[in-house]
């Protein structure tokens, strides 16, 4: 695919391709029916899905029933919320009670959830209608989309390629226009990678920001849930339906929510960028760099101040966050390793293994240090808004080139491509993915704005303003 093979998007007499907000807007104003939009996703999804492998279940049937629901509720008067009728799919780890939640893997291949994910209930009581379930990696552990049990999910902008993962459904969906928006999780980059892979915008929140109760856990100091979607402005609609306290997950912050849509509309005027002097800028393939440097620039013009700004040691940061994740994921699953270790794949097996040979100790230094580190990324972004950095190093390569298992091998591909998110995730940051340009081969780039802790509302700011002067979110890959 060639990068004169993008198109825009314009005013579309196909639903499917309106933004999340363009089309709870439209349904509430009767202009579009929930069954028109949920039958354009299916539609599309007939047609992708065996190309794309985007989805693990598709429930046609159960939603056009649901959307049927949904309008003659509207036409009485009885909208239910903000998303009213809008058909959404999500990443096949939220509990859905009454539903197979396979997490992507064999072990769970026929497990009926007994209960339903805060985060999801929060958007079925928003007025959403369920379309199935989307592919992931086997138990969220790993970053590029392959599945030894249901097959690679693939690139929309080209199937030979990875989407990211662990939320690998999720950012092919969103980018194929199958889903107006899906859940995805980020534990180590599973929403920033499939949106920096797929020309996606995505939103990995600050821990306890959104509840993470009845979503399949991973790393109990980690885990973290957010949205991927068209735009900036969706992620904040979404954000803002998800965000607050719960009974079920006391780590979920209370108080009051922000009005996060209405952070979208602020201007870029005033706000101060930091551009990383090194780690982030290392190494970069030539069109990332490209992307990044095309984003100063156009930010800049829009009335941003960009500022360099030099970052404690990222790097020890990352070697952090991945062991707290192996020793956590490790004791997770330790019950499963034990009775069926053979009903796991290859490097997901491995990678959990390896969790076990992290000593108690080393494990609680990790964690120990984490409140320091966190005390001196503050001291060096005083003053900044956000940081500007690039969501990986290169382009999303071929499903061949990262197929590699279980080998020895595997981990180092894996560190590499994870190498510029799992920083944040260690210190627990909100950040803010955006699409922000292509290769040469038509692959999207995409750019990652970190902030301080809760301050999810200055990011979507500075996202949604980006997207006010650039047109890369609006860009569509060849029609399924």
């Known amino acids: 695919m060639s990068a004169s093979s993008l198109r825009l998007s314009s005013a579309p007499s196909d639903p499917a391709l309106l933004t999340l907000t363009e089309v709870a807007a439209a349904i509430a104003a009767r202009r579009v029916s929930s069954r028109e939009a949920t039958q354009a996703c299916l539609a599309r999804i007939e047609r992708a899905q065996p190309r794309l492998n985007a989805f693990l279940s598709i429930e046609a049937e159960t939603a056009l029933a649901a959307a049927d629901a949904a309008d003659a509720a509207l036409a009485r008067g ?13 990443k096949d ?18 497990w009926v959830a007994p209960t339903t994910a805060t985060a999801l209930q929060r958007l079925k009581d928003a007025g959403t209608v369920r379309l199935g379930a989307l592919h992931m990696v086997e138990f969220a552990y790993g970053p590029t989309g392959h ?23 999720s950012g092919t969906a969103v980018a194929a226009r199958l889903t107006y928006a899906a859940l995805g999780s980020d534990t180590g980059g599973s929403i920033r990678l499939p949106a920096h892979f797929c ?113 404690p040691d990222q790097a020890r940061l990352s070697a952090a966050s991945t062991l707290i994740l192996v020793a956590e994921a490790a004791a997770h699953h330790a019950h499963w390793l034990k009775a069926r270790p053979e009903e796991y794949g290859a490097q997901v097996r491995a990678r959990l293994e390896n969790g076990f040979a992290i000593p108690a100790v080393t494990y609680l230094e990790a964690l120990g240090w984490r409140g320091p580190a966190l005390a001196a990324h503050l001291d060096a972004v005083a003053g900044l808004d956000a940081v500007l950095a690039p969501g990986a190093p290169m382009p999303a390569p071929t499903i061949a080139e990262t197929d590699l ?24 940051l909100p950040a803010v993915s955006v699409p922000a340009g292509f290769t040469a081969a038509g692959l999207p780039v995409g750019l990652q704005l970190i902030g301080r802790p809760f301050e999810e509302a200055v990011l979507l700011s500075i996202g949604a303003a980006f997207q006010r002067e650039t047109d890369f979110h609006t860009r569509l890959p060849e029609a399924p």
Not at 150 to 155: K, L, V, Y
Request: with cysteine; charged share 15%.
């Open 147 to 169: 599945n030894p049990h249901f097959g690679p999910a693939r690139n929309a902008w080209n199937p030979d390629h990875v989407t990211g993962g662990s939320s690998s459904g």
């Open 405 to 428: 298992g279980g080998a020895p091998d595997a981990e180092a591909m894996i560190q590499r491509l994870t190498r510029f998110t799992r920083p944040v995730n260690y210190l627990g």
């Open 199 to 311: 020309g996606v915008s995505g939103l990995k929140t600050t821990v306890g920001r959104i509840s993470r109760a009845g979503a399949m856990p991973l790393s109990q100091t980690l885990d973290t849930v957010g949205p991927l979607a068209r735009t900036v402005e969706d992620c904040a609609l979404l954000l803002g339906l998800m965000a607050g306290a719960d009974p079920a997950d006391p780590t979920a912050l209370g108080g009051p929510v922000p009005d996060y849509l209405a952070a979208t509309r602020a201007p870029l005027a005033g706000r101060t960028i930091g551009i990383p002097q090194s780690f982030y800028v290392d190494d970069l393939d030539p069109d990332v760099a490209a992307a990044f440097d095309a984003a100063i620039a156009t930010l800049e013009r829009a009335g941003a101040r960009i500022v360099p700004v030099v970052l």
């Open 93 to 110: 780890m939220y509990y859905d009670a009454g539903h197979v939640t396979t997490c992507g893997s064999k072990i769970r291949g026929d």
């Open 78 to 90: 009885a909208a239910a919320g903000p998303l009213h009728g809008v058909p959404l799919a999500h």
